[in-house]
């Protein structure tokens, strides 16, 4: 997968990069980054990237040339059109299911902008996806975008050391993911279940289906409303309820 993105501060990408399992999926060639001033494709003497808005009001707003050239530069002599995400307040919720949907592509391109907002021309006829980490607003498209990234590159084919884990983790599943422990079975008086430590392999995946219903239906239950359960699950998660 080829990762380019658009921003005024690309030096903000340099340790979320050079770091982790980002950094690892780079080394092992299942990613590669690119960061790009979009300030560098201005076309003026100043290189300036935003003005005032028509029709007056508070803050500027980015221009649409300095943009639309960078994308045309960075989606050249691809054989398929990249996708092209603007991180914006407005944008579609990011799920799981969104991550899934975009580790399938083979290039895209992340805009990060700053200031009041972008001219309208961006959205209607250079963007293909708009998203939002969240019901509130940030300083600039950067950190929605790290969240973005971080979040599709590992779902990358070999990018994570197991490859069961992106199918196991919460959400992926339609429901959040059972609770962990590893040693000392007692820490502090603090027990590890019992059935996690008796071998027994079957007892082990029923009580972990049984922990991520539960805490499903404590913490997100609206999750519930578009999972379809099996048998055993349905008996499973009345056993949760009577329980309390």
Same mark, same amino acid.
């Given at each position: 997968?080829?990762?380019?993105?658009?921003?005024?501060?690309?030096?903000? &990408?340099?340790?979320?990069?050079?770091?982790?399992?980002?950094?690892?999926?780079?080394?092992?060639?299942?990613?590669?980054?690119?960061?790009?001033?979009?300030?560098?494709?201005? @076309?003026?003497?100043?290189?300036?990237? %935003? @003005?005032?808005?028509? /029709?007056?009001?508070?803050?500027?707003?980015?221009?649409?040339?300095?943009? &639309?050239?960078?994308?045309? #530069?960075?989606?050249?002599?691809?054989?398929?059109?990249?996708?092209?995400?603007? !991180?914006?307040?407005? =944008?579609?919720?990011? +799920?799981?299911?969104?991550?899934?949907?975009?580790?399938?592509?083979?290039?895209?391109?992340?805009?990060?902008?700053?200031?009041?907002?972008?001219?309208?021309?961006?959205?209607?006829?250079?963007?293909?996806?708009?998203?939002?980490?969240?019901?509130?607003?940030?300083?600039?498209?950067?950190? /929605?975008?790290?969240?973005?990234? @971080?979040?599709?590159?590992?779902?990358?084919? =070999?990018?994570? *050391?197991?490859?069961?884990?992106?199918? !196991? %983790?919460? &959400?992926?599943? *339609?429901?959040?993911?059972?609770?962990?422990?590893?040693?000392?079975? %007692?820490?502090?008086?603090?027990?590890?279940?019992? +059935? !996690?430590?008796? /071998?027994?392999?079957?007892?082990?995946?029923?009580?972990?289906?049984?922990?991520?219903?539960?805490?499903?239906?404590?913490?997100?239950?609206?999750?519930?409303?578009?999972?379809?359960?099996?048998?055993?699950?349905?008996? !499973?998660?009345?056993? #949760?309820?009577?329980?309390?």
């Amino acid at each position: 997968m080829k990762i380019d993105v658009l921003s005024i501060f690309p030096e903000m &990408f340099q340790g979320v990069f050079g770091s982790s399992i980002l950094k690892k999926a780079a080394e092992k060639g299942a990613v590669s980054y690119s960061v790009t001033n979009f300030r560098d494709y201005a @076309d003026n003497k100043h290189n300036t990237v %935003d @003005d005032y808005p028509y /029709g007056g009001g508070a803050g500027m707003v980015l221009k649409p040339q300095p943009i &639309f050239d960078a994308v045309t #530069v960075l989606g050249k002599g691809r054989e398929k059109k990249p996708r092209v995400i603007l !991180l914006c307040p407005q =944008g579609e919720r990011f +799920t799981q299911k969104k991550a899934e949907e975009l580790a399938r592509e083979d290039h895209l391109i992340f805009v990060c902008g700053h200031y009041e907002g972008y001219d309208e021309r961006i959205r209607e006829n250079l963007i293909t996806d708009e998203i939002s980490i969240g019901d509130y607003v940030l300083t600039g498209g950067e950190l /929605g975008a790290m969240v973005v990234i @971080d979040s599709v590159v590992r779902l990358l084919p =070999g990018v994570l *050391g197991n490859e069961d884990s992106p199918v !196991l %983790d919460s &959400f992926s599943s *339609g429901l959040l993911e059972h609770p962990h422990y590893t040693r000392p079975a %007692d820490f502090r008086g603090m027990k590890v279940p019992e +059935t !996690l430590l008796s /071998g027994n392999h079957k007892k082990i995946e029923e009580w972990r289906m049984k922990e991520s219903l539960r805490r499903t239906w404590k913490r997100r239950p609206d999750l519930l409303d578009a999972y379809e359960l099996t048998e055993q699950e349905k008996k !499973l998660l009345e056993e #949760v309820k009577k329980e309390g």
